[in-house]
C-alpha cells in the first residue's frame, strides 16, 4: 500500500512538473510573439500614421453619408447609361459581354476571390509591408494609405456628380413604356447571385444592398485599389502586382460589375494622383530613407533578430 502511495505521488509530482515545464514555454512563446510584434511597429509613428489616413476617413465619411448629401446638394439621382455607348464606340464591342457569355461555377469563384479580398486589401497590404519592411520601409506605408484615401475621394466625387449605371443594370432594365420608369432589373449582386444561390447563403446580396450609392459604375475602384498597390512597391514581385490589377478587372467585366472604360478610368485616377504626389506635393517625402531599399530591410532585419535574440535570452 506504501509503495501504491508512493508510485501515485511520485506519477502525479511528474504530471505536475511537464504541465508546469509546457506553461512556462507557451509563455515564453507568448512572450516572444508580443516581443517580435513590438518591434515591427516601432518605426511606424502614430502621427504620420493617422495623417496618411485622414484622406480614407474623409472617403468613407463622405461615401456613407450620402443620401445626406444628395438631399443637402440635390446631387443627381438618376443614372446616366451612356457608357455601354462609348465602350462600343472605343471597341467596336461591349467587353463585358463577351467575358460573361462564357460563364461556369469555377469562373464564379475565381471572380468572386479578389471581390471578396478587395474589403480588406488595405489592412494586408500595410501589414504585408510592416512585416516585411520593403521598398524604402514604412514611409511606403504613409505614402500608400495617403494615395488610395485621394483616390477614393477623387472617384467618389466623380460618381456622386455623375452617377452611372453598371452592366448589370443596362443589360437588364424593364422600363414601363410610358412612364419610362424602371420596372426591374438584375439584382446589385449581379453574376455572384449565383455564388450565393449555390452556397445558399445571401452574402454577396447582403455585401452589396448595404452600399447607399447605387450607380457608381465609373470609375471602378474595384480595380482602381490594386492599381494603387502596383504603383507601392507591389506585393512578391511586379508580376504579382500587375496580375492582381488583371485578374479584378477580368472578374469586374466577367460578373457584370463593370464595363472596361470604368476599369480604365480607376487605373487613371490612380495614376493622376500619383503623379500629383510625386511632382506637386505629398507629406511623406522627408521621411523617405535615404539609403538604398535593400540595405534599409538588411539593417533592419539584422536589428530586429539582434534584440529579439536578445529578449530570448533573457526569459
Known amino acids: 500500500g506504501i509503495n501504491a502511495e508512493y508510485g501515485g505521488n511520485r506519477f502525479t509530482d511528474t504530471i505536475h512538473q511537464v504541465l508546469k515545464s509546457e506553461c512556462r514555454n507557451k509563455q515564453e512563446d507568448l512572450t516572444g510573439y508580443c516581443s517580435y510584434i513590438t518591434l515591427l511597429f516601432e518605426h511606424v509613428s502614430i502621427k504620420l500614421f493617422l495623417i496618411s489616413a485622414l484622406p480614407l476617413l474623409m472617403y468613407l465619411t463622405i461615401f456613407k453619408s450620402y443620401l445626406f448629401l444628395k438631399e443637402v446638394l440635390d446631387l443627381p439621382e438618376e443614372p446616366h447609361t451612356i457608357l455601354p455607348i462609348i465602350e462600343y464606340s472605343m471597341f467596336q464591342c461591349l467587353p463585358h459581354q463577351i467575358l460573361s457569355r462564357s460563364w461556369n461555377i469555377t469562373f464564379d469563384l475565381l471572380a468572386a476571390v479578389p471581390y471578396l479580398i478587395h474589403f480588406v486589401l488595405p489592412i494586408l497590404f500595410v501589414g504585408y509591408n510592416v512585416i516585411t519592411r520593403r521598398g524604402g520601409g514604412?514611409?511606403?506605408?504613409?505614402?500608400?494609405?495617403?494615395?488610395?484615401?485621394?483616390?477614393?475621394?477623387?472617384a467618389v466625387v466623380i460618381q456622386f456628380l455623375f452617377p452611372t449605371a453598371p452592366p448589370w443594370f443596362n443589360d437588364s432594365a424593364v422600363y414601363d413604356e410610358t412612364t419610362g420608369q424602371v420596372i426591374s432589373s438584375m439584382p446589385n449582386e449581379a453574376a455572384f447571385q449565383r455564388i450565393d444561390a449555390m452556397l445558399g447563403v445571401p452574402w454577396f446580396k447582403s455585401i452589396y444592398g448595404q452600399s447607399p450609392l447605387k450607380y457608381g459604375s465609373f470609375p471602378s475602384l474595384h480595380v482602381a485599389w490594386p492599381t494603387v498597390i502596383f504603383v507601392h512597391e507591389p506585393w512578391f514581385s511586379t508580376k504579382v502586382g500587375l496580375l492582381h490589377v488583371v485578374w479584378i478587372t477580368w472578374a469586374a467585366l466577367y460578373s457584370s460589375h463593370h464595363y472596361l472604360i470604368d476599369a480604365l478610368g480607376g487605373i487613371s485616377v490612380v495614376v493622376a494622383v500619383k503623379l500629383g504626389m510625386n511632382h506637386v506635393w505629398e507629406p511623406f517625402s522627408k521621411h523617405k530613407h535615404t539609403r538604398p531599399a535593400h540595405e534599409e530591410e538588411?539593417?533592419?532585419?539584422?536589428?530586429?533578430?539582434?534584440?529579439?535574440?536578445?529578449?530570448?535570452?533573457?526569459v
Open 298 to 314: 538588411n539593417a533592419s532585419n539584422s536589428r530586429v533578430y539582434t534584440r529579439l535574440t536578445s529578449v530570448s535570452k533573457q
Open 138 to 154: 514604412v514611409p511606403l506605408i504613409y505614402q500608400y494609405l495617403w494615395c488610395v484615401g485621394w483616390v477614393n475621394i477623387v
